[in-house]
């Protein structure tokens, strides 16, 4: 079992940075691949970033980037240049193994979620 709690949120201007953790209890967190999503009202839920365990990263573009520390258990994304169509819940997610996966529907944990508001 695999518990994730995002924080970093908030109201941001736009152009702005922002900068998401998602601390994860267990013992075997550098076997997760993990990831991050968002879902804005009305649409899918998204993926954003991604990286393996043994800290392959991907994402939809240069604005994201993500990182994970596996001696701390967690891991962050940082956004730049924030537009206010980045408004969303932000979801940290984990799925057992090495690959990266960019449907929502492969990944077997997920945090509560965190609001992240640009304004213009």
């Known amino acids: 079992q695999v518990q994730l709690v995002e924080s970093g949120g908030g109201l941001v201007q736009a152009g702005g940075s922002l900068r998401l953790s998602c601390a994860a209890s267990?013992?075997?967190?550098?076997?997760?691949?993990m990831a991050w999503f968002r879902q804005a009202p009305g649409k899918e839920r998204e993926f954003v970033a991604g990286i393996s365990g043994s800290g392959y990263p991907d994402s939809v573009n240069g604005r994201f980037t993500i990182s994970r520390d596996n001696a701390k258990n967690t891991v962050d994304l940082q956004v730049n240049s924030l537009k206010p169509e980045d408004t969303a819940v932000y979801y940290c997610?984990?799925?057992?193994?090495?690959?990266?996966?960019?449907?929502?529907?492969?990944?077997?944990?997920w945090g509560q979620g965190i609001q992240v508001t640009v304004s213009s």
């Open positions: 997610a984990a799925r057992r193994g090495y690959g990266l996966e960019y449907s929502h529907l492969h990944y077997d944990y």
């Open positions: 267990g013992r075997t967190f550098s076997s997760f691949t």
